[in-house]
Structures are given as structure tokens and as C-alpha cells.
């Protein structure tokens, strides 16, 4: 096994006797190896389901080979997306770089009360050259704080990376044990996935285990919309339901879910589900054998653990962006090839999922985006890179209810794709299958 491999399947508590073949290709370039890290997060999910398909079935672990083209491919899914031909939805006009008095500053406008934020924190209107000009006069640490007071996501780039090492896995497991998942054709098959997750990360991580064979259901607010090219990109094989923690009807019905889910997946920041009394500590009180999976964006110490993140804000506030400026003539900041640490820390979110699944014991499951993103900065050596490089073979044409989707194949096999296209958001009955 390669060293990035290793670390990660260590940090998952991986067994050290497991090996991993690469198909090489060169794939997703840039100053820091995104090529070493993203093969190595598809591995570690490779092998966890190997591992578990194993378990279940009594035999012997397969060999695990891991199609380089076929990550990077999935790794800027939702740029391959095509809804009956036209792309999917992109960065909006106002998330993006912007040149402050003394710097720059990212800004995350995707969502359009994100948007709204962002607009009345600064007193323009919605025009990129008022906000250009309001941004140009201020400076990146007052637009920073500004912003997030108001509830927007705006974050001052560092100059430089940043030294803070946070963990990549952190693993709590209770004392309780899990009952054994009887033999299977599919890794995950029977597993039931409460996905209280949104964007891109956790929705990697659950759309992976739906395709494992896990029986994954989406459950949103009605008061927080989604984007349906997103859900599109993201929603396969799983389906999605809509339910108002706030009214007894509907809080029953999702503690009826719960009550009978062996997995919950949640990616809101750390402390927003407590007030609905879904803390990590208070699901276990009731239910010490759920595997329950954390995800934020800063991690879960320090001024910002609490903070709302996205991949492309994070790369800019850890020095990902400073580093990715060198070959930038003008001095703007860079970005990765990829949403490569909502992709990377999905794949490490699935596996870590599998591999308590393996052990058989409720565990409390905690990655950060941030987290990631100090093991690209700090601990990955970079690999020589080599191979011819065609996404076509990784990509399929599926009918769903949104059109025709031609969209990436999972990268965890060499052929097959999900069982079932994406729901329509929000439409399905609350209910396990």
C-alpha cells in the first residue's frame, strides 16, 4: 500500500496487512498532489467495502484496484453533469474571489438567502460591480467578520498555509454492539442511512453507500430549498423526503426513522441539530449502537469549529488558494482542479462508515473539510504521475424524473452504475424501504 493510502486506512483503524493496485493516469494536476490524495480516498472506501462485503459473506477479502481516471472523473462530477444536454448549475456571479483594500476575500453566494446575506452585510445592491467596488475599499478581516454577523460566507485569503494540524478520522466508539448484518451481494445491502446532509460532501459520502447497496433517505427542511441540479448530481440511488422538526407530526415520524435507521449522516455545523435534540451524545444516549457520522467544515475546536464552511472557503482560509496562486500573474488566488475536499472527505466519510459497520460496535464518526485539507497541506508526498487520461468511459447517460442525465459512474468499480436514478427532491414518503 502507498504511504497516502496508509495514512488514511490508519487513520480509519484499518487492518495494515491490505493492499491496493493503482491504474495510473495523470489526472486533476496542480502545485499540491490532489492526484495522491483523491486516489488514496477512493482506496481507503474500496478496501472498507471489501472488508465489509467480506465480514457479511465469510470470505476472503478481494483485491482492491483502484482506476485513477475513474477518480478523477467522479471527483468534478457536477461539472460532468448534463440534464438532457444543457450543464449543471455553477458557481453564482457573486461567489468568488474579490480584491479587498489590503487583500482578498472569498465569497460563498450559491444559495440565494446565502446571497441575500452577503448583499445587506455590505449595503449593495445585486450587481457584481457594486459589490466589486464596496469590496475594493474595506478591508478582507472586517468583510470577513461583517459577513458571517450577518449570516453570510465570506472568508479573508491567507497569505500563506495554514500551520493548525487537525485530525483527518476522529473515531468515539460506545460500548454498545451492533447486531451482524447477515450475508449479502452488496457491501451495504440492508443498511438503513438517515442523510441529514446538503452540498456536497455528505452527500458524496451517502450517495457512495447507496450504491453499496444501503438503503439511504434523504431528509430535508421545507423551509431550506435545494437545488435540484445539485440533488440531480448528488441524489443517485438514494431518495429524499421533507419533514418540519418543529411540528409533532413530523417529528414523530423522523424519530420513527430513527428509531429503526443503523446509520445517521449528518453535515450541518457542529451544534445546529442540538436544539431538535440530535447531538452526537444525545442519539447515543438513546441509541448507543448507531454508527452516527459527523461532518463540518472547520472541525470541531478552535473560534470557527461552529462556522459554516464550503470547500472553495476553506481553500481559501487554510493557504490552499496561496498555494494554487503561484503560476497567477495578477496575484488572484488559486483553486484545487476539484471540489477536492468535499469529494476526498466524502469518500473518507463512506469508508469510515463501512469500517464501523465491519466492527460491529456504535461509533461516533468526526471529519472536517478542514481536516482534509491539513493532510493535502502537510502530510501527502506526491507520486510521479503517468497515463493517458479519457472521462468517457466514466460517464453514463441515465433517464430520471429530472430529464436524461449523463453523469460520472461511481469510482469504485470498473463498470455499473446506481440501482436507481435520483428522486425528485423532497417527494418521497418518510418511510424505510
Known amino acids: 500500500m502507498d504511504p497516502v493510502t496508509a495514512h488514511a486506512w490508519t487513520a480509519l483503524g484499518g487492518r495494515p496487512d491490505l493492499t491496493v493496485d493503482y491504474k495510473a493516469a495523470d489526472v486533476l494536476n496542480a502545485r499540491l498532489p490532489v492526484r495522491d490524495m483523491a486516489r488514496a480516498t477512493v482506496a481507503v472506501c474500496a478496501l472498507a467495502a471489501a472488508e465489509l462485503a467480506a465480514r457479511r459473506n465469510n470470505t476472503p477479502i478481494p483485491p482492491v484496484t483502484v482506476n485513477e481516471a475513474a477518480v478523477a472523473t467522479a471527483f468534478i462530477s457536477e461539472r460532468h453533469l448534463r440534464i438532457n444536454g444543457r450543464t449543471g448549475a455553477a458557481f453564482a456571479p457573486l461567489s468568488g474571489f474579490w480584491r479587498t483594500a489590503d487583500g482578498w476575500v472569498r465569497t460563498h453566494a450559491n444559495y440565494p438567502h446565502h446571497r441575500a446575506r452577503l448583499l445587506e452585510a455590505l449595503d449593495v445592491t445585486e450587481d457584481r460591480t457594486a459589490l466589486e467596488r464596496a469590496l475594493a475599499t474595506r478591508q478582507a478581516a472586517e468583510v470577513q467578520e461583517t459577513v458571517y454577523a450577518a449570516g453570510g460566507l465570506a472568508v479573508a485569503v491567507a497569505t500563506e498555509p495554514d500551520q493548525t494540524r487537525r485530525p483527518l478520522v476522529e473515531t468515539r466508539p460506545t460500548n454498545a454492539e451492533r447486531r451482524a448484518l447477515p450475508p449479502s451481494s452488496r457491501p451495504a445491502g440492508g443498511v438503513r442511512v438517515l442523510d441529514l446532509t446538503r452540498v456536497i460532501a455528505g452527500p458524496v459520502a ?26 440531480a448530481d448528488t441524489g443517485m440511488g438514494k431518495r429524499s423526503t ?68 464550503f470547500d472553495s472557503l476553506v481553500q481559501a482560509a487554510t493557504g490552499i488558494a496561496a498555494v494554487e496562486s503561484a503560476e497567477s500573474t495578477d496575484g488572484t488566488p488559486g483553486a484545487l482542479p476539484a471540489q477536492a475536499l468535499d469529494h476526498g472527505t466524502g469518500y473518507l466519510l463512506a469508508a469510515a462508515v463501512l469500517r464501523a459497520l465491519t466492527e ?11 481536516g482534509t485539507a491539513s493532510w493535502l497541506l502537510h502530510d501527502i508526498e506526491p507520486s510521479p504521475a503517468q497515463g493517458d487520461y479519457d472521462p468517457e468511459p466514466w460517464l453514463v447517460e441515465t433517464a430520471s424524473p429530472y430529464g436524461t442525465l449523463r453523469h460520472a ?18 417527494t418521497d414518503e418518510p418511510r424505510w424501504r
Do not use: M
Request: glycine share 8%; aromatic share 8%; proline share 8%.
Open 206 to 231: 451517502t450517495r457512495t453507500l447507496a450504491f453499496l447497496g444501503a438503503d439511504v433517505l434523504r431528509v430535508d427542511s421545507p423551509n431550506l430549498p435545494e437545488h435540484p441540479d445539485a440533488y
Open 242 to 309: 421533507l419533514l418540519d422538526l418543529t411540528t409533532r407530526h413530523d417529528r414523530q415520524t423522523f424519530d420513527d426513522l430513527l428509531d429503526q435507521a443503523d446509520v445517521v449522516v449528518t453535515g450541518y455545523r457542529p451544534g445546529a441539530l442540538d436544539r431538535h435534540g440530535l447531538a452526537p451524545e444525545a442519539l447515543h444516549d438513546k441509541r448507543p449502537d448507531l454508527v452516527i457520522a459527523q461532518l463540518s467544515a472547520w472541525g470541531y475546536t478552535g473560534d470557527w469549529a461552529d462556522r459554516r464552511g
Open 360 to 370: 460491529q460496535r456504535g461509533r461516533h464518526l468526526r471529519l472536517s473539510l478542514a
Open 409 to 426: 459512474r461511481p469510482p469504485l468499480t470498473d463498470d455499473g452504475t446506481w440501482e436507481h436514478p435520483p428522486t425528485l427532491w423532497g
